[in-house]
């Protein structure tokens, strides 16, 4: 494997791009310290400085907080600089165009971490991921992960007996669907007949009128992700067409979209309908009563719900969470990664295999 280059200055936001209360960017490379102090002379004296930055021509692009990070906390290993400013989408793009325009290349968080020499690889995975953080708990927990908490708890395991780090290998392993659900988010599609009630409760869930409403069977022809969260956990909740008895050429396509969409999903909502009634098979559903409020029969086994009066909507998002999350303790998650997890789990294989050189191996391939 080569060893990735250094750049001579680069500048990556470290921010999402969406509006947010700050922004930020990493200044990095070879000549980051050098140039940090030579646009913001101060620094030389002082830790932390408040500046103006000023582009000639389009006058001030944004009072920003800038500071210089040593090498032993800066994710490269070298000395960085920060530049924390106004968290719009456009303050973001002008610092970094404002960066680009004095020598910058512009780098993606995944390259950045790429080349942060100075963490581990669940570290470097959970930087990357840091800036698509959605919700405060998601960025905490991630932040966490940077800092090493993952490696921790993988190191434990070594020097233990093979009953204890078989028994520790399964406790990790409980808590992975928690830890990616958290990381990554939660994908939860919305399945069911026509004017059932499923664009009622995609509003519902996500707080927002995002899908057109109405008596009118049909309305919805196409696949709609609207974005919100369950308690701490980002969520995409899809609104899909409905499922016509004798589907004419254009709900046949939105059905062709949906039966795509079913794998992909962490969680189906199934409207009055069994999951062996889907185009494809879920890996988790939940079987739901809709219209609640009308009183009429709710299918045995359902959950009765009402996406307009908001009936049943709080149990359905903790049932939601206890499929996603397989029933498991959801106070302690991580690992966060379907790469993580696979080597883990591989590693369990192997120990109960008799090979424990094996399973320590991918143990420290994990974090590695
Ligand atoms: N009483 C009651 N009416 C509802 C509820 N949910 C939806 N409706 C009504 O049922 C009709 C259809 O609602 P939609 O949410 O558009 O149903 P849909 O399943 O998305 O329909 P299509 O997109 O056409 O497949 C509308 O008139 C809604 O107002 C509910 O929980 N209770
Ligand atoms: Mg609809």
């Known amino acids: 494997m080569?060893?990735?280059?250094?750049?001579?200055?680069?500048?990556?936001?470290?921010?999402?791009?969406?509006?947010?209360?700050?922004?930020?960017?990493?200044?990095?490379?070879?000549?980051?310290?050098?140039?940090?102090?030579?646009?913001?002379?101060r620094l030389a004296r002082e830790?932390?400085?408040?500046?103006?930055?000023?582009?000639?021509?389009?006058?001030?692009?944004?009072e920003v907080v800038a500071f210089c990070v040593p090498p032993e906390h800066a994710p490269t290993g070298r000395e960085e600089g920060e530049i924390d400013f106004h968290g719009g989408g456009v303050a973001r793009a002008r610092v970094c165009a404002f960066l680009a325009a004095r020598g910058a290349e512009e780098v993606p968080p995944e390259s950045y971490a790429a080349r942060a020499l100075g963490l581990d690889g669940a570290a470097r995975e959970a930087l990357a991921m840091l800036p698509g953080a959605v919700t405060a708990a998601q960025a905490a927990f991630l932040l966490r992960q940077v800092r090493g908490e993952?490696?921790?708890?993988?190191?434990?395991?070594?020097?233990?007996?093979?009953?204890?780090?078989?028994?520790?290998?399964?406790?990790?392993?409980?808590r992975a669907r928690a830890g990616i659900a958290l990381a990554a988010g939660i994908r939860v599609l919305v399945v069911g007949p026509v004017n059932s009630g499923k664009s009622t409760l995609v509003n519902r869930l996500c707080g927002a009128v995002r899908s057109i409403v109405s008596e009118v069977p049909g309305t919805t022809r196409d696949l709609l992700e609207a974005p919100g969260r369950i308690e701490d956990y980002p969520a995409t909740f899809i609104d899909s067409c409905g499922l016509a008895a004798t589907p004419n050429t254009i709900e046949a396509l939105g059905e062709a979209r949906l039966r795509a969409e079913i794998p992909r999903a962490d969680c189906v909502l199934c409207l009055g309908i069994d999951p062996p009634a889907l185009p494809a098979r879920p890996g988790a559903a939940l079987v739901l009563g809709p219209k609640a409020d009308l009183g009429g029969a709710c299918p045995a086994g359902a959950l009765p719900v009402s996406g307009k009066t908001g009936l049943g909507i709080e149990a359905l998002k903790a049932a939601i969470l206890a499929v996603v999350c397989e029933g498991h303790d959801r106070s302690m998650p991580a690992p966060f990664t379907n790469r993580q997890r696979g080597l883990l789990s591989a590693a369990a294989g192997k120990l109960a295999g008799g090979d424990r050189k094996a399973c320590d191996a991918l143990i420290e391939e994990a974090t590695a």
């Open 2 to 41: 080569c060893a990735p280059v250094m750049p001579r200055l680069a500048v990556t936001p470290l921010t999402s791009a969406q509006p947010a209360g700050i922004g930020a960017v990493a200044v990095w490379g070879l000549e980051a310290g050098e140039r940090m102090r030579r646009w913001f002379p």
């Open 47 to 62: 830790p932390v400085v408040v500046a103006r930055i000023e582009d000639g021509r389009a006058g001030v692009v944004d």
């Open 150 to 174: 993952l490696r921790r708890e993988i190191a434990a395991l070594r020097g233990l007996g093979d009953r204890d780090c078989a028994r520790g290998l399964d406790a990790l392993l409980s």
